[in-house]
């Protein structure tokens, strides 16, 4: 089943089927009762809601309340970080529970590394939904001469630019 097919079936139970049996059922056991509670202009639970409290309420019954903070959570990056920070590391994506933070180098890598405990902590403050255990920070990939097909296992480059 697709995401959408999945997402239109927890609308249609939440909202009901107005075709269905028990819609009807409820509509006429509704005109037996003499409920015209929601004819009234002013009756109770007709004030209008915000649209804020409507989205709210709509993504908690969906589940999208983890999603949406693990995506807040990977825009809000430089104010999590710090500005300099972030102008030196990415937030790629978030696995398992896991952010992955790719650096421009090594040092700021090792830099992140010792600032683990603090930006842990920003995060679960700011961003409790998201569910972050972790965050692995990685260092710019190393050119590799393993390409090709003629290219065979063996030690590596060792005295490359010696």
Same mark, same amino acid.
């Given at each position: 089943? %697709?995401? !959408?097919?999945?997402?239109?079936?927890? =609308?249609? &139970?939440?909202?009901?089927?107005?075709?269905?049996r028990? @819609?009807?059922w409820?509509?006429?056991?509704?005109?037996?009762?003499?409920?015209d509670?929601?004819?009234?202009?002013?009756?109770?639970?007709?004030?209008?809601?915000?649209?804020?409290?409507?989205?709210?309420?709509?993504?908690?019954?969906?589940?999208? %309340?983890? !999603?949406l903070?693990?995506?807040?959570? =990977?825009? &809000?990056?430089?104010?999590?970080?710090?500005?300099?920070? @972030?102008?030196?590391?990415?937030?790629?994506?978030?696995?398992d529970?896991?952010?992955?933070?790719?650096?421009?180098s090594?040092?700021?890598?090792?830099?992140?590394?010792?600032?683990r405990?603090?930006?842990?902590?920003?995060?679960?403050?700011?961003?409790?939904?998201a569910g972050?255990e972790?965050?692995?920070?990685? &260092?710019?990939?190393?050119?590799?001469?393993?390409?090709?097909?003629?290219s065979?296992?063996?030690?590596g480059?060792?005295d490359?630019?010696?």
């Amino acid at each position: 089943m %697709t995401e !959408s097919q999945d997402v239109y079936l927890r =609308l249609k &139970a939440a909202f009901g089927d107005p075709t269905s049996r028990a @819609a009807r059922w409820r509509q006429k056991k509704s005109r037996a009762r003499g409920d015209d509670e929601s004819s009234v202009p002013y009756g109770v639970g007709r004030d209008p809601k915000g649209l804020g409290d409507v989205m709210s309420n709509l993504s908690s019954e969906l589940g999208w %309340t983890s !999603s949406l903070a693990k995506s807040d959570l =990977l825009l &809000a990056w430089a104010e999590i970080a710090g500005p300099e920070t @972030a102008e030196h590391s990415t937030p790629i994506g978030i696995t398992d529970a896991v952010l992955t933070v790719q650096c421009d180098s090594t040092a700021w890598a090792t830099q992140l590394r010792h600032m683990r405990v603090l930006i842990m902590t920003t995060i679960a403050q700011r961003f409790p939904e998201a569910g972050i255990e972790s965050i692995r920070f990685e &260092a710019p990939h190393a050119p590799s001469w393993k390409r090709g097909s003629r290219s065979i296992p063996g030690r590596g480059p060792r005295d490359t630019y010696g």
